[in-house]
């Protein structure tokens, strides 16, 4: 009996080698893997080492967090997108809304965290007017 190859199209092919990401290992060992991905500082079984390791590099994922209510979102490598949706959030919902966006598990920005103390209109001293 004679076993006939699974045929598939050129397109599927492609759209699986798509899936797949490059993950480095504090080892220096290469790791690739399909959705989802491994996040920074990760610790993950390295089949070479035998031994678990730190992701030191993953692919970009960025997400948006509301500290406040339950809004969170992913978009992927697209960080201007997560910075828009986090910009409308704070819009739509008000300025108490205080919204994250994170890379993966590192923070990258803040949307709506002001230090009230250090932008003061007060005088630094009541003797003397500051202009």
């Known amino acids: 009996m004679t076993k006939t190859p699974l045929k598939v199209s050129r397109r599927t092919r492609n759209k699986a080698l798509k899936l797949q990401q490059l993950v480095w290992l504090e080892c220096t060992h290469k790791v690739l893997f399909s959705e989802p991905y491994p996040a920074m500082d990760d610790i993950i079984w390295c089949f070479k080492c035998q031994e678990e390791k730190l992701v030191i590099h993953a692919p970009t994922d960025y997400r948006v967090s509301c500290m406040l209510c339950t809004f969170s979102n992913t ?45 003061s209109m007060l005088p630094l001293s009541d003797e003397e007017p500051p202009f």
């Open 75 to 119: 978009f992927g490598r697209a960080k201007l997108q997560a910075e828009i949706a986090a910009g409308k959030h704070r819009v739509q919902r008000g300025p108490a809304h205080i919204v994250e966006i994170f890379d993966g598990n590192v923070l990258v920005n803040t949307f709506g965290d002001r230090n009230q103390n250090e932008t």
